[in-house]
């Protein structure tokens, strides 16, 4: 298992547009978190560029692409830019590696 941060840079003039796909991409994102694979998302700050970061588990970066594929606002065309990199977690481990 590897842990991936993806960020999200959201379209131009896209605000409407996730205003109004928000609730379905919530619960996509709930259900990621339910389901272990979200460890944390958010929106980024006020005063930077629109988009989000999120730390998402998963056994390989084409199992993380494939999953942030159905996000509600991926699928709509809401994210002109995403990245997916592997991150090598070191202070701040999960749980599940023996953190105390």
């Known amino acids: 298992m590897g842990t991936f941060a993806v960020t ?3 379209a131009a003039n896209s605000s ?3 205003d109004e ?3 379905r991409h ?4 709930q259900e990621q978190f339910d389901g272990g ?3 944390k998302s958010g929106p980024f700050g006020p005063e930077e560029d629109p988009g989000a970061l999120l730390i998402i588990e ?4 084409a199992d993380v692409e494939a999953l942030m594929n ?5 699928r709509n065309g809401l994210v002109a830019q995403r990245s997916i990199r592997q991150w090598n977690v070191v202070f701040g481990a999960s749980t599940s590696a023996g953190r105390n």
């Open 70 to 74: 159905q996000d509600p606002f991926y």
């Open 37 to 39: 694979a979200l460890v």
């Open 8 to 10: 999200y840079a959201y």
């Open 58 to 61: 998963a056994d390989s970066k």
């Open 21 to 23: 796909h928000r609730p």
């Open 16 to 18: 409407a547009g996730r």
């Open 26 to 29: 919530v619960e996509f994102l």
